[in-house]
């Protein structure tokens, strides 16, 4: 079964950081870009930032609001992907999706994604 | 950044109705748009790519057309499990992706 799962979620306080995991099963993760995607409580859907695959380069692209204080990164042996949150602001409370897409198929659809895990930044 | 607005907001319809979501670019993104459906409390489904490409499993009752800057999602029949939240999303280059506002269709 194709499954993403997302872990490390919590309460944090501003200014501090916090790492989620994604830990994928039943697919080729390297062969995928991987995304997050946040909803603040009772809000709309904000894309956060991918990764492309290493056969397109394995660069991550961010979201203004976030650009310099996250950082996504890979693992593809153990087919992970990580979502590094420093400098946490109030404004980063959502849950947080981490997502895959196959860019040469579906381009930047996400067409997996996992339960979400929560994340509080409060003090 | 490329924003996406959805109309309308909110849409009453009832249960065998066929509804039509839009959804309007900032600048032309050619054919490169998602459509998704968010039930409450559950993760994002996507339903369509590319504008109009159902993807796998998704019912033949929901379809998508557009390209350029004006895109619109139909369903037909509505069923009580569509009553949902529905999103469209850019994704035209490798950077900085966007979703609509969504779009809540709900029962009259």
């Known amino acids: 079964e194709v499954q993403l799962v997302e872990s490390g979620g919590g309460l944090v306080q501003p200014g501090r950081s916090l790492r989620l995991s994604c830990t994928s099963s039943?697919?080729?993760?390297?062969?995928?870009?991987m995304g997050w995607v946040r909803q603040a409580p009772g809000k709309g859907l904000e894309w956060v930032g991918f990764?492309?695959?290493?056969?397109?380069?394995?660069?991550?692209e961010y979201v203004a609001s976030v650009k310099g204080r996250f950082t996504i990164s890979r693992d593809d042996s153990k087919s992970i992907a990580y979502l590094e949150m420093n400098s946490l602001k109030t404004e980063d409370t959502a849950v947080y999706y981490c997502?895959?897409?196959?860019?040469?198929?579906?381009?930047?659809?996400?067409?997996?994604w996992g339960q979400g895990t929560m994340v509080t930044v409060s003090s | 950044d490329i924003q996406m607005t959805q109309s309308p907001s909110t849409l009453s319809a009832s249960v065998g109705d066929r509804v039509t979501i839009t959804c309007r670019a900032s600048?032309?993104?050619?054919?490169?748009l998602a459509w998704y459906q968010q039930r409450p409390g559950k993760a994002p489904k996507l339903l369509i790519y590319?504008?109009?490409t159902l993807e796998s499993g998704v019912p033949s009752k929901f379809s998508g057309s557009g390209s350029g800057t004006e895109f619109t999602l139909t369903i037909s029949s509505l069923q009580p499990g569509d009553f949902a939240t529905y999103y469209c999303q850019q994704y035209n280059s490798y950077s900085r992706w966007t979703f609509g506002q969504g779009t809540k269709v709900e029962i009259k």
């Open positions: 590319k504008a109009s």
């Open positions: 997502t895959r897409t196959l860019i040469i198929m579906k381009g930047g659809a996400f067409d997996i």
């Open positions: 600048q032309s993104i050619s054919n490169s």
């Open positions: 039943g697919f080729t993760f390297g062969d995928y870009a």
């Open positions: 990764i492309k695959s290493k056969a397109y380069g394995g660069t991550a």
